[in-house]
């Protein structure tokens, strides 16, 4: 490909499209309901301002006023177009998974939309074309044009697997064929790149519908721009008259805050804002996966390596400071001031998986896990209206109501935000999340994800079905069923949590000894397949007492209690308030048990604990030689993801004890 | 008075004047000397613009400019003549203790200077004459007007008192009478108050030079014409066309930040800015002291309560968050991220001085003690050019450096700030220090500080001499001897400090029992007392485990080290990094020494503990039912005021134990 060097193959796996994959299980087809039938249409309604009391979003009326359909001004954030590119893509993996005409009516009439909202030459976004026509690319730092521009293409693609339509990927095209023609090495282009990654991955996936080599080379140049000098930002700053869109923010200076301040080759630290970086390892780990360039994928494992071994909460949260939603130093993961955004722990799924994709590794697939298990769902309530946008470890809603340091932390989660990336995030992720199950790689199936479903793909043009029964995250009894035509020879390599540290395995019901075939965490099983070849696996699953790696200043002294993927946590509901006061014996007996009338069904742990006597200690503030007095509790924990579903109050995922 | 009921008669006792107060110290002498000879001189280098790499002051320059004596622009923070004013009033202290001709001569030509720029009407702020003379008394709320005029004030009472020179003091009826003018419930005048209370004080101060009691109405008026609705923030935000001067701040509309929430009265706990709310109590309780009005002292004693019971730091630091430099909610003290501002703390000893002057009870002079020891001495450098304005009670540098959540907290004390309301503000309290160790009421003298000191006083016109020689901090034993020409009957009330638990005392030579005559903390010896009468005291002075309120999420299941008044830190400089990984044995015999060479001569404590290995951990961030690995190590403590003036590091207050 012309301008882009293939650096040698990648063979990589790929995930299976995800009209192959019909997800059928106990604990996820809820979620995925729940986005079809309320937060799909719930998004709809607020993108349309129909939300009694939540921000407005305007966005949709910005396409419209855009499109010379209504008359009016332009609402909201310089981004708030991606809102709508969001809720179109949440949309198309629902039409890809199950039919809705209806809902494909509602998204063709705002394709129809989008498209009258493009200009002649490409150009398509509502903020610059209705309200600062003349600042068209000018403010790349500031004003996410091409994140905007990455989230439509992502959309159109979607929208054409899922529909066969190719109106809103012609947009897509022309829109990234505008792109091209202002960015781009050559003299009279712009040398730049977006403050906000996106339109990076993005034009990967462009490249892969279309096939259509450029798209892959302008995704290559904005990755390999970012962090040269002198800097970009700053050279742009002095062309458009030093202005600033954000001029409480430091989006132009502070480098490190959109990973400007080295060439992303040369980052050996996650820095800055957290949902930027992981977009933009996604891209660059689409680019390395693509052109077989080793140095980048090698840049990509050395950051993945610090997030996940220095700056990853334990819910596979990340992005600790509340200041521009961002990294800040090494094992500084403060529980009670965390940001830990949505987007970034989806961000961070997607860098994951690409990871995976280029090798098959299970601490990858561990990550995805955990932060899928933990974080993700946990943003999202029961009703499928309301959303965390920051995810704590530990509340104390006095505090966020009365000191400022802890205003980002919501103890209950929201209706909408001003800013709403999260929601729409939130809805195109759990719509796709079939993509994440498997992947495939020549004639070796791999299984990422424990989740039950029907999938279906092809081995030398005969099709296999794999039906998947799986009962986590409450018990670790996994089974596979192979439907075929005919024996086929192909390789299941199913991984093996992290957290089981290990797994019994039959095949047709017979044990079989699979420890010499593990290789990076995963068991692959070649096997001339029959029909009705069944797998059971059983994965221990007990509850571990979690610590911190001690330099982790916040979590010394204390544990988090795991059980399988699942994070747990106190809440003030089942142990009262000050959750500071409980200590947990050291050699407790926990016992767990399901409670299928507690917040939709969820297994609880109980344990024993001491908790510390306030009354006996009066008015004085501080004491001298005082013995603390306590009393012996049973605590319960609940799934950290089923916190804050029973009003205000404390919650707190780590936990004192007794041992050092 | 008129306009001023009295409500009853309330007696106070009154600190000696300056000048009858000589200390002779070996801890606090040092400590004036280098206000005399180093702080003072350095400051008026810093208000001159003559220290490289400080942040510029421009304040003297203000005055000339405003004085007509240079051309130029006003520069600096709208309060930036309360320098002056402070480093005036410090000089003042110097000048009453101590001839230095040299010094006054440089007092009177700067007092020369402020008469200059002095308007005819009285008018004087160099911020409103140079740079909006239109808008003088408009923007009450951001604009420290009456804050300055309060500072300048103070500082002529204090010249005056000093040198026996009218000028400032002229000066200074002259600006009150203006603003009395202004000011008042009658109509045509201003029903308002300042945004930072310090008039309120600064004209009890004037009424006592002066006699004329129009300035106590006036100060009481300011008082009560606080927290009234309609909100008088808000209506001269209107009156003056909806303009601020702070944009990005919220002085107008947050009325806790300024205690215009509610009427000082109905206040039941100490909200928004520190040393706002302390100087206002310290106005209230001068008032109430005037007046006989005991409603008011109550509300004195409900907000004192409420502070030192729920809201102070164990240094008698107080205003934990950074926002609003305030108070947040009761019990929330964490050490990282306290601001726990250095006037705030000066602030509250001038709350508790007045309140001790109101009703001796040692709980008063406690909290005095333990913020002068601590917090205080803690905020200067042993080089008196470097000062803290934060004082944290534990600092990590690097998160310092790049978690903005902690960038207000600074490792190592500064040369000047561009906001330097606190070196000057140590500077004039230091240097007043004498005012605080006694105060007499009739024939009563209390001693409330143990600080060595030759002391003058007076009854019935004969004079007594009271030389006080004290080991304080290191050690607890104290001794009186009594000079006078003839017998005279008097009573000497000593304060039991609340962290001794009691004292041996001895006069002359006797053990007395003194346990039945302890009224509030303080021992009365009433005696005819002879020349060279003398008493000695000797409180145990021993190593105190202190905890903290089970509510203060921040100290549970640590202790923090107390000896005497001194508050004890762990710093990097002694026992390595990561101070988290201490853990101290519950029962372990700490061992004291005192150690000349060490920060210019401090006690330091050892004690053991065990240390967490990292080393064993690996790389892995979260690990499963991992034991923790310890090794026993001695830690030493050292005195908090000592900390960081080794280079930067680690410190902290709080360690934690085995117990829980």
Same mark, same amino acid.
């Given at each position: 490909?012309?301008?882009?060097?293939?650096?040698?193959?990648?063979?990589?796996?790929?995930?299976?499209?995800?009209?192959?994959?019909?997800?059928?299980?106990?604990?996820?087809?809820?979620?995925?309901?729940?986005?079809?039938?309320?937060?799909?249409?719930?998004?709809?309604?607020?993108?349309?301002?129909?939300?009694?009391?939540?921000?407005?979003?305007?966005?949709?009326?910005? $396409?419209?006023?855009? =499109? !010379?359909?209504? %008359? /009016?001004?332009?609402?909201?954030?310089?981004?708030?177009?991606?809102? @709508?590119?969001?809720?179109?893509?949440?949309?198309?993996?629902?039409?890809?998974?199950?039919?809705?005409?209806?809902?494909?009516?509602?998204?063709?009439?705002?394709?129809?939309?989008?498209?009258?909202?493009?200009?002649?030459?490409?150009?398509?976004?509502?903020?610059?074309?209705?309200?600062?026509?003349?600042?068209?690319?000018?403010?790349?730092?500031?004003?996410?044009?091409?994140?905007?521009?990455?989230?439509?293409?992502?959309?159109?693609?979607?929208?054409?697997?899922?529909?066969?339509?190719?109106?809103?990927?012609?947009?897509?095209?022309?829109?990234?064929?505008?792109?091209?023609?202002? $960015?781009?090495?050559? =003299? !009279?282009?712009? %040398? /730049?790149?977006?403050?906000?990654?996106?339109?990076?991955?993005?034009? @990967?996936?462009?490249?892969?519908?279309?096939?259509?080599?450029?798209?892959?080379?302008?995704?290559?140049?904005?990755?390999?721009?970012?962090?040269?000098?002198?800097?970009?930002?700053?050279?742009?700053?002095?062309?458009?008259?030093?202005?600033?869109?954000?001029?409480?923010?430091?989006?132009?200076?502070?480098?490190?805050?959109?990973?400007?301040?080295?060439?992303?080759?040369?980052?050996?630290?996650?820095?800055?804002?957290?949902?930027?970086?992981?977009?933009?390892?996604?891209?660059?780990?689409?680019?390395?996966?693509?052109?077989?360039?080793?140095?980048?994928?090698?840049?990509?494992?050395?950051?993945?390596?610090?997030?996940?071994?220095?700056?990853?909460?334990?819910?596979?949260?990340?992005?600790?400071?509340?200041?521009?939603?961002?990294?800040?130093?090494?094992?500084?993961?403060?529980?009670?001031?965390?940001?830990?955004?949505?987007?970034?722990?989806?961000?961070?799924?997607?860098?994951?998986?690409?990871?995976?994709?280029?090798?098959?590794?299970?601490?990858?697939?561990?990550?995805?896990?955990?932060?899928?298990?933990?974080?993700?769902?946990?943003?999202?309530?029961?009703?499928?209206?309301?959303?965390?946008?920051?995810?704590?470890?530990?509340?104390?809603?006095?505090?966020?109501?009365?000191?400022?340091?802890?205003?980002?932390?919501?103890?209950?989660?929201?209706?909408?935000?001003?800013?709403?990336?999260?929601?729409?995030?939130?809805?195109?992720?759990?719509?796709?999340?079939?993509?994440?199950?498997?992947?495939?790689?020549?004639?070796?199936?791999?299984?990422?994800?424990?989740?039950?479903?029907?999938?279906?793909?092809?081995?030398?043009?005969?099709?296999?079905?794999?039906?998947?029964?799986?009962?986590?995250?409450?018990?670790?009894?996994?089974?596979?069923?192979?439907?075929?035509?005919?024996?086929?020879?192909?390789?299941?390599?199913?991984?093996?949590?992290?957290?089981?540290?290990?797994?019994?395995?039959?095949?047709?019901?017979?044990?079989?000894?699979?420890?010499?075939?593990?290789?990076?965490?995963?068991?692959?099983?070649?096997?001339?397949?029959?029909?009705?070849?069944?797998?059971?696996?059983?994965?221990?699953?007990?509850?571990?007492?979690?610590?911190?790696?001690?330099?982790?200043?916040?979590?010394?002294?204390?544990?988090?209690?795991?059980?399988?993927?699942?994070?747990?946590?106190?809440?003030?509901?089942?142990?009262?308030?000050?959750?500071?006061?409980?200590?947990?014996?050291?050699?407790?007996?926990?016992?767990?048990?399901?409670?299928?009338?507690?917040?939709?069904?969820?297994?609880?742990?109980?344990?024993?604990?001491?908790?510390?006597?306030?009354?006996?200690?009066?008015?004085?503030?501080?004491?001298?030689?005082?013995?603390?007095?306590?009393?012996?509790?049973?605590?319960?924990?609940?799934?950290?993801?089923?916190?804050?579903?029973?009003?205000?109050?404390?919650?707190?995922?780590?936990?004192?004890?007794?041992?050092?």
């Amino acid at each position: 490909m012309k301008g882009l060097p293939n650096m040698g193959n990648m063979e990589i796996s790929r995930p299976l499209p995800l009209k192959q994959i019909d997800i059928d299980d106990d604990f996820w087809s809820g979620y995925i309901q729940l986005v079809r039938n309320v937060v799909v249409p719930y998004q709809w309604e607020a993108l349309n301002d129909r939300i009694d009391g939540a921000a407005p979003s305007h966005a949709i009326r910005n $396409f419209k006023i855009a =499109a !010379g359909l209504e %008359q /009016g001004e332009f609402y909201g954030m310089v981004f708030q177009d991606s809102d @709508v590119a969001k809720w179109l893509e949440a949309v198309s993996y629902l039409l890809e998974t199950g039919q809705d005409p209806e809902l494909e009516r509602v998204a063709d009439e705002i394709i129809d939309i989008i498209a009258n909202a493009q200009q002649i030459d490409g150009y398509l976004n509502t903020y610059f074309t209705l309200k600062e026509p003349a600042g068209k690319w000018s403010n790349l730092a500031e004003c996410h044009e091409l994140y905007c521009a990455g989230h439509m293409i992502e959309a159109a693609v979607a929208y054409y697997h899922a529909t066969g339509k190719r109106k809103i990927l012609d947009v897509a095209c022309r829109l990234a064929d505008c792109i091209d023609t202002v $960015f781009g090495p050559e =003299a !009279g282009k712009i %040398q /730049g790149y977006d403050g906000h990654q996106e339109i990076e991955l993005a034009l @990967v996936k462009l490249y892969h519908v279309t096939g259509d080599g450029k798209y892959l080379i302008l995704s290559q140049f904005f990755l390999d721009e970012r962090g040269k000098e002198p800097n970009f930002y700053e050279l742009e700053y002095i062309r458009r008259g030093q202005t600033k869109h954000f001029p409480m923010l430091d989006m132009v200076f502070d480098r490190s805050y959109s990973q400007s301040h080295l060439p992303v080759r040369s980052q050996e630290s996650a820095e800055g804002h957290a949902v930027r970086i992981v977009y933009m390892c996604s891209g660059m780990a689409d680019v390395a996966a693509e052109t077989g360039d080793k140095a980048l994928l090698n840049a990509c494992r050395v950051l993945w390596n610090n997030i996940v071994s220095k700056r990853m909460y334990i819910t596979g949260a990340i992005g600790s400071m509340a200041h521009g939603e961002s990294f800040s130093l090494d094992y500084d993961l403060p529980s009670d001031t965390a940001y830990a955004e949505t987007c970034a722990s989806i961000g961070l799924i997607f860098f994951a998986q690409r990871m995976l994709q280029i090798e098959a590794k299970s601490e990858y697939a561990d990550v995805m896990e955990q932060a899928l298990y933990n974080t993700v769902i946990s943003s999202i309530s029961k009703d499928g209206r309301h959303f965390f946008y920051v995810n704590p470890l530990e509340v104390w809603p006095e505090a966020s109501d009365k000191n400022k340091g802890f205003s980002h932390v919501k103890p209950e989660r929201q209706g909408w935000f001003g800013c709403a990336c999260c929601p729409p995030n939130i809805a195109r992720f759990l719509a796709s999340l079939g993509r994440y199950i498997y992947s495939l790689k020549d004639r070796t199936i791999y299984t990422h994800l424990y989740i039950g479903s029907l999938m279906k793909f092809d081995i030398d043009g005969s099709e296999i079905i794999l039906k998947q029964c799986s009962n986590f995250p409450w018990d670790g009894k996994v089974s596979f069923e192979v439907s075929l035509d005919k024996e086929t020879e192909f390789t299941l390599a199913l991984r093996i949590p992290g957290w089981s540290g290990g797994a019994e395995i039959h095949v047709n019901g017979t044990r079989i000894a699979w420890e010499d075939d593990v290789i990076d965490g995963y068991v692959y099983i070649p096997r001339t397949w029959q029909p009705g070849d069944t797998i059971e696996l059983h994965f221990p699953m007990t509850v571990s007492w979690m610590k911190g790696h001690p330099l982790v200043r916040e979590t010394i002294g204390k544990v988090a209690l795991q059980r399988g993927p699942i994070v747990y946590c106190l809440e003030e509901a089942d142990n009262g308030a000050n959750l500071h006061h409980i200590v947990l014996k050291q050699l407790t007996s926990q016992c767990d048990s399901f409670d299928e009338n507690l917040l939709g069904g969820v297994l609880t742990i109980t344990a024993s604990a001491h908790r510390v006597q306030t009354e006996s200690w009066g008015a004085q503030l501080y004491k001298a030689n005082e013995l603390t007095t306590t009393e012996a509790v049973n605590v319960t924990f609940i799934p950290y993801f089923s916190w804050a579903n029973r009003g205000r109050g404390e919650m707190t995922v780590w936990v004192r004890t007794e041992s050092i």
